[in-house]
């Protein structure tokens, strides 16, 4: 996880997840409309994946 990464997930956490593919940008982009903390804790965690 780079710091841009970090940084764009805890700022606009769909942006961080655009390049892991279209399920994750939904899902992160859903959980952001719900709440800024679902939408930050979903990329946070998208991001620490190995793949």
Not at 26 to 38: E, M
């Amino acid at each position: 996880m780079s710091l841009i990464r970090v940084l764009l997930a805890i700022f606009f956490p769909p942006l961080a997840v655009l390049g892991k593919g279209c399920g994750s940008f939904l899902i992160v982009l859903l959980l952001t409309f719900c709440g800024w903390v679902p939408g930050v804790i979903a990329a946070l965690v998208i991001l620490n994946k190995p793949n």
